[in-house]
């Protein structure tokens, strides 16, 4: 029987307030523990996470970033693959937005992006990913040394923790997969402004790495009438 551990590491505060309806409603198997580690190092935590997993006899971890919107069936998705490591499928907040998850990887630990290609969906095969929304049988962590997740694997001065993690899985002989049919939202800060461009109104969506224009929004006359009876009422 399934004994699952959700797991969320964050700083000092959540990193966006909007997280905590999802977090809260996530759909957990019957005897879920649930457990949030506050600190500077994602490592940390993410290893408090694992030590906890473990003396409680957990069968998976799932885990969860702070900045994720989470559909109420995610975990219920993924434990259905019974895989060893299978990832929700979300993208960076960064521009272009790849997936984070990976098809190809390299001798010097970095990882290439995999491409959503047109027509593939459901349950693919990887080399990486990242930690946000992953779900992982803890007997991967019997076969891994300590501590178990590290910074500076990749980069010696970056704060990245995932990809070496899994690198370490992969070494290991586990499987990565993604499911593609389980899409989860990643915040990001943009800033909106208004935009003409020729001769039309536009919102633009930007954001330091990249922008979205989309065109203004112009009501038709029955929603203008719509909302003058309201205002006047």
């Not at 069936?73 to 960064?94: C, E, F, N, W």
């Not at 790849?98 to 959503?116: V, W």
């Not at 080399?127 to 694997?153: M, S």
Request: hydrophobic fraction near 35%; glycine fraction near 8%.
């Amino acid at each position: 029987m399934n004994k699952i551990l959700v797991g969320l590491s964050t700083g000092e505060h959540v990193r966006n307030s909007n997280f905590l309806p999802y977090f809260i409603g996530l759909g957990r198997p019957e005897g879920t523990l649930t457990m949030t580690v506050h600190g500077q190092s994602p490592a940390s935590s993410r290893n408090e996470i694992i030590k906890q997993a473990l003396e409680n006899n957990c069968t998976h971890i799932f885990f969860m970033d702070d900045d994720m919107i989470f559909p109420q069936d995610t975990l219920t998705k993924l434990l259905i693959h019974d895989k060893p490591i299978v990832t929700a499928l979300y993208l960076l907040r960064s521009f272009p937005h790849r997936p984070a998850f990976f098809d190809r990887a390299y001798e010097n630990g970095r990882c290439k992006f995999t491409s959503l290609e047109k027509n593939i969906s459901g349950l693919v095969k990887g080399v990486n990913c990242g930690l946000g929304a992953v779900l992982i049988q803890t007997e991967v962590f019997h076969h891994l040394e300590k501590p178990y997740v590290r910074l500076g694997e990749i980069e010696k001065d970056g704060w990245c923790d995932d990809v070496g993690f899994f690198n370490r899985c992969r070494e290991a002989g586990y499987d990565i997969y993604c499911d593609l049919d389980a899409p989860v939202g990643h915040m990001t800060n943009v800033t909106i402004w208004p935009e003409k461009y020729n001769d039309e109104w536009f919102t633009n969506y930007k954001h330091p790495n990249g922008n979205v224009r989309i065109s203004q929004s112009i009501p038709t006359e029955e929603e203008v009438k719509n909302q003058e009876l309201i205002l006047a009422k």
